[in-house]
C-alpha cells in the first residue's frame, strides 16, 4: 500500500493460464502458466484481487506430468530445478523427532554416531527453507552449502539486533 497515492503496491495484471490448485501449509496457491515470464509461477489465492477470463485460444494447458516434474523438484511451495542440497545437522535432542519427518520426498537422511541426525534436502530458492531451519534454533546446524549457512548466520546476527 503505497499511502501517498492511496494504491496498492505492486499490484499489476498478468495473462494467467490455471493449472491446478494446491494446499499447502493451510493457504491455498494457483500453479499458473504466466504468459508474461513465458513460465511456471505460483500465486498465492489470497493476493489475487480480481479475475477475468481471456479467449480459449490464448490458454495453455501443461500436463501433469510437466506440472509433478516442475513442483516436485525441490523443498517447499518453489516449483523448479533443485539446484543445491541443504546439509542440516540436528542435535541429538532435535533428531527423534526430525527424523521421523519428511521435508521433501528425495530428502536423504542418516544418524551420526554422537545420535545427531544429518538431513540433506534438494532446493532451489532457500526463502522457506531458510525460516524452517530458523525455527529450530540451536538445535539445527547448517553444514552447506557455505551461502546458505552464511545466510543463515546473518539472520541471527540480524535477530540479535532486535534483542539488544
Known sequence: YDPRSGQASGLR???????????YRDNWYLDAWCHEKNALRTFALER????????PNQ???????QLN???????????????????????????????????HPNQ????????????????GSDLELIGDILKYGDQVEVIGPPELRKKIKQQIANLGEVYK
Open 13 to 23: 495484471s498478468r495473462l494467467l493460464s490455471p493449472q491446478r490448485l494446491t494446499h
Open 48 to 55: 489475487i484481487k480480481s479475475l477475468k477470463l481471456h479467449q
Open 59 to 65: 490458454y495453455k494447458k501443461i500436463s501433469q506430468a
Open 69 to 103: 516434474r516442475h513442483y516436485t523438484r525441490t523443498f517447499g511451495i518453489f516449483g523448479g530445478e533443485a539446484t543445491h542440497t541443504a546439509m542440516l545437522k540436528f542435535t541429538p535432542h532435535r533428531a527423534q523427532w526430525v527424523a521421523e519427518e519428511t521435508w
Open 108 to 123: 536423504k537422511g542418516s544418524w551420526l554416531k554422537d545420535g545427531s541426525y544429518q538431513l540433506e534436502i534438494p532446493y
